[in-house]
Nanobody, 126 residues
Framework: QVQLVESGGGLVQAGGSLRLSCAAS????????MGWYRQPPGPQRKRDMV?????????HYAESVKGRFTISRENDKNTVYLQMNSLKPEDTAVYYC??????????????????WGPGTQVTVSS
């Protein structure tokens, strides 16, 4: 089992920045790729990929956040980060971190992620 705890969410004005952190504990040896997903408010809104980072540090971003968000990780701290700049109201969502056993590259979908954190709310006001 892997336990994940996100932090750093909150309320920010459009154009502002937030840095999310996600600390992992438990069966750390099973962690390879890590990622951030988000689920906007509203019925039937899906949980979509924001950014992934492989065990080797290769990154992958959703088109909507490229150039604004940066994912990084500190393996010695078992922590993954999401630096979010130039935030927009449409970035409002619950943000989840996740871990995967995928050893090469990043997972192709959320179904390849094994463990998920409880989520942290990010609200961007206009």
């Amino acid at each position: 089992q892997v336990q994940l705890v996100e932090s750093g969410g909150g309320l920010v004005q459009a154009g502002g920045s937030l840095r999310l952190s996600c600390a992992a504990s438990g069966k750390i040896s099973s962690i390879n790729a890590m990622g951030w997903y988000r689920q906007p408010p509203g019925p039937q809104r899906k949980r979509d990929m924001v950014a992934d980072i492989s065990n080797g540090g290769n990154t992958h971003y959703a088109e909507s956040v490229k150039g604004r968000f940066t994912i990084s990780r500190e393996n010695d701290k078992n922590t993954v980060y999401l630096q979010m700049n130039s935030l927009k109201p449409e970035d409002t969502a619950v943000y989840y971190c996740a871990t995967s056993r995928v050893q090469v590259g990043v997972p192709l979908s959320k179904y390849e992620y094994e463990y998920w954190g409880p989520g942290t709310q990010v609200t961007v006001s206009s």
